[in-house]
């Protein structure tokens, strides 16, 4: 059996909304291609341009609440009103029969679960804006906020913040390119340990 498939492991990135985890997961899997970014499932609608299984699951309330009861996430939420976010085990179970190491990213509550799961087997990062500010102006850069939706965000990445010290490794995203290069040493060097994985 392939090692990655044997031992299982999993890189962990997450951030609050705006901080650049999803940039920065997309850079990382073109320059690890061992790395495969492990698809949420979600009971928000799609928006335009997204496609089913690349990237979410869509399910509705009731498929996703079914799929709660059978046991079939390894940690979902109610993230907003109404709207579900979880991590299906089968996902993770499609990427490591794959012989690649899923790269989930996800909200703070979601990384702290799965990082109680697997323990050593999981490598958590934590990515920081460079401040509260820098995050409030990249989220209006964005163009998809309300002033409510703005305010609520930043209100919510505030708190989050008080989580890095829960993960593995924080990492400030003032540079991507710099951001980028010190997570994919902590990753090399995570895979790539004796025993780390296993």
Not at 26 to 50: D, F, K, N, Q, W
Not at 165 to 179: E, G, Q
Request: glycine fraction near 6%.
């Amino acid at each position: 059996m392939n090692a990655i498939a044997q031992s299982r492991p999993l890189v962990i990135l997450t951030a609050p909304s705006g901080a650049g985890k999803t940039t920065i997961a997309r850079a990382l899997s073109e320059r690890l291609p061992i790395l495969c970014v492990s698809v949420s499932a979600t009971t928000r609608a799609p928006r335009p341009g997204e496609i089913e299984g690349r990237d979410y699951y869509f399910l509705s309330c009731e498929e996703f609440e079914r799929n709660i009861a059978a046991g079939a996430f390894l940690e979902y939420e109610m993230v907003y009103a109404g709207k579900y976010y979880g991590t299906l085990h089968r996902e993770l179970e499609r990427i490591w029969q794959r012989q690649q190491c899923p790269l989930r990213v996800v909200d703070v509550v979601g990384a702290t679960a799965l990082k109680k799961q697997f323990g050593k087997r999981a490598l958590s990062i934590f990515i920081r804006p460079p401040s509260l500010q820098e995050l409030e102006k990249r989220l209006e850069q964005r163009g998809t906020e309300t002033a409510v939706t703005l305010s609520e965000r930043v209100k919510k990445a505030e708190k989050e913040l008080a989580f890095a010290s829960r993960f593995d490794h924080t990492v400030v995203n003032d540079s991507l390119p710099h951001a980028l290069d010190q997570i994919v040493s902590l990753i090399q060097d995570f895979l790539s340990a004796p025993g780390a994985a296993t």
